[in-house]
């Protein structure tokens, strides 16, 4: 249990979404989730049921608002406004993945701010703040008018990758961003492990979840390459980006993303593509009878453990990032 002068205790409630990860934050925090059941009434409206008394207390609310993830923004929203209406001291979402971020500006005439209108939604719930992780676009922050912590998953997926270079050589690795939207991210992803090679795909999409790769920018031929994402829904532009990558002469591919969205033939994508391996963190549960053999998930709970320790501390939550 994390020790602390605060003379209100903390505790940690969990909806449906995501409740291994929830339970393994809580382990390292040396506690167990808090008694609350969240279940549905004959309509599929959600009702929420909490067991014991949080007054005055710290609230952490772990849910990711994952597939389906009406329904889950639905539990977190509920869960929020029983917490307040019961005298919480302060409540944070903690949100693993932040849904609807894709939805972020106006692309076209008449388009929705879906990300605002969440955020807006979660601050009139009676949210304190919000702590999340890689978000898919940085400007979401700035939607919400309560402190909002943005975690980053690169450390631990950089701590994986290192254990590889022993082997491969940092001369023979090359970190690949998928667009020209993810640079920034694969730049600062090879800080994280060195004197290794960046390369870009370059490529145009045609149509939402439908992508076609162009070239290749940088060199790739006889290098083990590194696809690395934010996220994966249907795998289509990792897929495809990793075909370009093999006919470019890569002597291997892998691919790594923060968010394991994979909803429709994502898997099935990723089975019969030249992924070798394909990394994601638990930030969505993923069911194990839809894991294949190529997937390989890493463990965010340490770092969220870590930073609801911080938060309950009132200390800074920015040492996470290295």
Do not use: W
Not at 65 to 94: C, Y
Not at 226 to 234: N, Q, R, V
Not at 293 to 305: M, N, Q, R, Y
């Amino acid at each position: 249990m994390v020790q602390s002068l605060n003379r209100h205790p903390f505790k940690i409630f969990a909806g449906n979404a995501n409740r291994p990860l929830a339970e393994a934050i809580a382990e390292r925090l040396g506690t167990k989730l808090g008694s609350a059941e969240v279940k549905r009434f004959s309509d599929g409206e959600v009702c929420v049921t909490t067991n014991e008394s949080v007054r005055g207390c710290d609230v952490f609310i772990v849910q990711s608002t994952s597939k389906p993830v009406n329904d889950h923004l639905m539990e977190l929203l509920i869960m929020i406004d029983a917490f307040k209406r019961a005298s919480a001291g302060r409540i944070t979402a903690v949100i693993p993945y932040f849904g609807y971020a894709r939805q972020d500006r106006k692309a076209r005439a008449r388009d929705p701010i879906s990300a605002k209108l969440v955020a807006d939604l979660m601050t009139a719930a009676g949210t304190d703040r919000v702590l999340t992780m890689d978000l898919h676009a940085d400007q979401i922050q700035g939607f919400f008018n309560i402190p909002v912590d943005h975690l980053q998953a690169a450390p631990v997926l950089a701590e994986y990758y290192r254990e590889q270079l022993r082997v491969i050589g940092n001369e023979n690795f090359v970190v690949v961003s998928p667009d020209a939207g993810s640079v920034a991210r694969a730049r600062k992803f090879t800080e994280k492990l060195g004197e290794v090679s960046l390369a870009i795909v370059d490529k145009r999409r045609p149509r939402p979840n439908v992508s076609e790769v162009m070239n290749i920018i940088g060199e790739v031929k006889g290098k083990h390459c590194l696809l690395l994402d934010d996220m994966a829904d249907t795998a289509g532009t990792l897929c495809h980006a990793a075909e370009a990558l093999v006919k470019n002469g890569a002597a291997s591919v892998s691919a790594a993303a923060s968010h394991g969205v994979l909803s429709g033939k994502a898997m099935e994508n990723i089975a019969a593509s030249p992924i070798r391996e394909f990394v994601v963190t638990d930030s969505i549960d993923i069911p194990e009878e839809k894991r294949i053999e190529k997937l390989k998930i890493l463990s965010i709970a340490p770092v969220f453990a870590e930073a609801i320790g911080r938060v309950y501390e009132d200390l800074s939550v920015s040492t996470l990032f290295n």
